[in-house]
C-alpha cells in the first residue's frame, strides 16, 4: 500500500483555512461547532469522502459517517471504522483532530489503490464537538454514537449565548437523522497527534495506545467574607482567596507524591479560577476553582479527589471559610482492546515503521467508543509536545507515516 503524503498534505491544509488566524504564530485556526468555519470544514469533508467513492451518512447530532464498501463485500457485514474530529479549541492548531480525519479517509484511498482484498466495510468518521468548547464538556458525538448520552440531551446543550446543539447543527444544515451506532462496528482505529514528546524523544513513527487516562473534572467553591482591604485588620479575616491557594498548592502537592509513590502518570492541574469580587483592594469573598485530575489507573484518581476533599476540610477548619466540592465530570482510564493494539504492532513492523508502545494522557473519542466495541489509538508526533496551539506541528512526513501504520492496520482488520 502506497499513503500520498502530498494528497494527505493538501487536505489537512485545505481544511486548515476554515476558521484560519492569519495574526499567530505558526498555523492557527478557531473551527468551533456550529460555527460558519464548521460548516466549511464539514462540506470539503462530505466532499471528499463521496469523491472516494464512500456513501455519506450524517446522523441527528451531526456525526459524519462516510462508508467504503469494497467489491464483492456483503454491505451488512460489521464495518471497521476510523476517523476523529474537525472541531477545534479557540486559537488551536491544525492537526488535533483532522489528522485523524482526514489520515483516516488517506487510508482508505491508500487500500483502495492496493491490491488488498477487504472482508468488511470501511467508516470514516467525524464526530460533533470532540473538544467541548461550546456545547457540553467534550466527547460530546461519541458519547451519543456509544449509547452514553441520548440524542435530545445532546441536542439541549447551549452555548454561552444560548444557542442550543440543535439550532446550531440546523443553522450549518448538518442535522441529519437517526443515531450512528459504534457498537455495530467490528473495531475502531483513532489516529492523532500524540500532544507530549515521548515519539520525537524516541525517534519514533508511531505511538500505539495501552491505555487511555481516565479525567476528572472537580469544582471547589470557597466562601469566606469580602471587606476594607485596608481597614480590615489581618487577624480574624476569611480570605476565600488565601483559603483556596492552600488547596492548589495542596492539589498540586498531593499529585507530585502520587507520582514518586504509586503512578508516575497521575496528574493534578488546577486549571480555572473565579474570584469574586476580584478588586485589588477588596479582600476576596468567594473563589470557584476548577481542577482536572487525571490518570490510568482510577485508583489514583480517587486518591487525588479524597486529596482534594481533605485540603478543603482543612482550610475550613483553619480559615473560617466554608467549602464545597463537587465531582460532575467522570471518565474512567480505557484500556484498549488487545486485537486493535496487537493489529497495530504487527502494521508497523509489516511496514517497517518504528513504532512504540505508550498511555495517553489526553482523552479522546476513542475512550467513547472502546466501552461498545474493540478499539485501537494510534499517535503521530508532535514537535516539541505542543498542541491546542498554533505553533502545533507533525512533520508532514510523520503524518504519512503514522498513516501507513494506520492503513495497513484497518487492512488487517477488515481482511480478518
Not at 483532530?97 to 489520515?103: I, T
Not at 450549518?172 to 450512528?180: K, L, N
Amino acid at each position: 500500500m502506497h499513503v500520498s503524503e502530498g494528497r494527505l498534505r493538501r487536505d489537512i491544509e485545505a481544511n486548515a483555512q476554515f476558521g484560519a488566524l492569519s495574526d499567530v504564530d505558526g498555523h492557527g485556526r478557531t473551527t468551533l461547532t456550529g460555527t460558519d468555519a464548521n460548516r466549511r470544514a464539514r462540506e470539503r469533508f462530505v466532499d471528499r469522502l463521496e469523491q472516494a467513492g464512500l456513501d455519506v451518512r450524517i446522523d441527528a447530532v451531526g456525526n459524519i459517517v462516510g462508508r467504503w464498501v469494497p467489491e464483492g463485500v456483503d454491505p451488512s457485514t460489521a464495518p471497521v471504522a476510523t476517523g476523529s474530529h474537525l472541531d477545534s479549541v479557540p486559537v488551536g492548531g491544525i492537526f488535533d483532530g483532522p489528522l485523524g480525519v482526514y489520515g483516516g479517509l488517506e487510508a482508505v484511498r491508500a487500500i483502495q489503490e492496493s491490491d488488498r482484498t477487504p472482508e468488511r466495510p470501511i467508516d470514516v468518521v467525524c464526530f460533533t464537538e470532540e473538544e467541548g468548547q461550546r456545547f457540553g464538556n467534550g466527547l460530546l458525538g461519541s458519547s451519543v454514537a456509544t449509547g452514553q448520552r441520548s440524542v435530545d440531551d445532546a441536542l439541549a446543550f447551549e452555548a454561552d449565548d444560548g444557542t442550543t446543539l440543535a439550532d446550531a447543527l440546523d443553522e450549518i444544515g448538518f442535522r441529519g437523522e437517526g443515531r450512528i451506532d459504534a457498537a455495530e462496528w467490528d473495531a475502531w482505529l483513532e489516529l492523532h497527534p500524540e500532544q507530549g514528546t515521548r515519539l520525537e524523544e524516541e525517534n519514533a513513527t508511531a505511538g500505539i495506545v495501552t491505555n487511555v487516562t481516565g479525567i476528572t473534572h472537580c469544582y471547589l467553591e470557597v466562601n469566606g467574607e469580602a471587606d476594607h482591604a485596608g481597614s480590615t485588620p489581618m487577624p480574624g479575616r476569611a480570605d476565600a482567596l488565601a483559603a483556596a491557594s492552600e488547596v492548589v498548592l495542596d492539589v498540586e502537592e498531593a499529585a507530585k507524591q502520587l507520582v514518586d509513590d504509586e503512578s508516575p502518570s497521575a496528574v493534578g492541574t488546577v486549571g480555572k479560577a473565579v474570584v469574586e469580587p476580584n478588586a485589588t483592594n477588596v479582600i476576596p469573598g468567594q473563589v470557584r476553582l476548577g481542577i482536572d485530575i487525571r490518570d490510568v489507573s482510577a485508583d489514583s484518581i480517587s486518591m487525588l479527589v479524597d486529596a482534594l476533599e481533605d485540603s478543603a476540610q482543612r482550610v475550613e477548619r483553619e480559615r473560617a471559610v466554608e467549602t464545597t466540592v463537587s465531582r460532575p465530570y467522570d471518565v474512567p482510564p480505557e484500556p484498549m482492546a488487545d486485537r486493535c493494539r496487537e493489529t497495530l504492532v504487527d502494521a508497523g513492523t509489516a511496514t517497517g515503521l518504528n513504532t512504540l508502545l505508550m498511555h495517553s494522557g489526553a482523552a479522546h473519542d476513542t475512550m467513547n467508543v472502546a466501552r461498545v466495541t474493540d478499539a485501537g489509538l494510534l499517535f503521530a508526533p508532535s514537535r516539541d509536545g505542543i498542541s491546542h496551539n498554533p505553533r502545533e506541528w507533525t512533520e508532514w512526513s510523520d503524518c504519512a507515516g503514522a498513516t501507513t501504520v494506520l492503513a495497513e492496520g484497518l487492512a488487517r482488520l477488515a481482511e480478518s
